[in-house]
């Protein structure tokens, strides 16, 4: 079973910030917390990771609460090619462990 | 990012034969490769872990026998439908993970239809 829960669903206005949660409750100390995400017909895109602290790139922030059981993805400023599942799962950082996806997140940048 | 790439990305088939699937790390060496299947409107299901050299895993439910895997090197691992039914028609899904980077990459997915 999946590790992680996020909603099924959410809208985001384009050029709004995009807020996507997701709750782990039973991450191990050792667990990073990776997104992706999954554009209709395609294979799911790296997007950022975290220990702990907060992390930036050029495609969005995480922000994970001090006791790591749950985060969020902000995309900044959502445009309508950010329509796509979003996934968060959590994992060591390399090495052999599998991973299983949830149901992720469907957003819907609405023009 | 690292680039992960799958060829064919889209196959069709008769019922009763074999098609293979190829995933490459193209820029780093995979020490662990999955695969995994997704159909319509669901989530990415993992089928089989595999580590270079040796064989691989496969999750409970997915025949060993008919998903055959080969991961021969730190770059290529192969995935073989052996006598496809219309029902192994798919969506599937490799990715690739290493000691540097780290992260989980995945390949852009084969659209596999069985007539």
């Known amino acids: 079973d999946a590790k992680t829960t996020q909603p099924p669903s959410m809208d985001c206005a384009e050029g709004r910030a995009a807020n996507l949660p997701c709750n782990h409750s039973?991450?191990?100390?050792?667990?990073?917390v990776y997104w992706y995400r999954q554009i209709h017909s395609q294979g799911p895109q790296y997007i950022i990771h975290g220990l702990k602290n907060n992390e930036t790139n050029e495609m969005a922030s995480l922000i994970i609460t001090e006791d790591r059981k749950s985060s969020t993805l902000i995309l900044p400023h959502a445009t309508l090619r950010d329509t796509a599942v979003y996934y968060c799962?959590?994992?060591?950082?390399?090495?052999?462990?599998?991973?299983?996806f949830g149901t992720g997140t469907k957003l819907q940048v609405i023009p | 990012g690292a680039v992960v790439s799958q060829h064919p990305s889209r196959v069709i088939c008769k019922s009763g034969t074999s098609v293979k699937i190829e995933c490459r790390s193209l820029?780093?060496?995979?020490?662990?490769m999955f695969w995994y299947r997704q159909f319509p409107k669901q989530s990415l299901m993992l089928m089989a872990t595999s580590n270079e050299g040796s064989k691989a895993t496969y999750e409970q439910g997915v025949e060993k026998d008919k998903f055959l895997i080969n991961h021969a090197s730190l770059t290529l691992s192969t995935l073989t439908v052996t006598s496809a039914h219309p029902e192994d028609s798919s969506f599937y899904i490799c990715s690739a993970i290493g000691d540097s980077p780290d992260t989980q990459y995945f390949g852009p997915g084969t659209r596999l239809t069985v007539l």
């Open positions: 039973t991450i191990s100390g050792n667990e990073y």
């Open positions: 820029d780093f060496q995979a020490t662990t």
């Open positions: 799962i959590v994992r060591v950082r390399g090495g052999y462990q599998k991973v299983t």
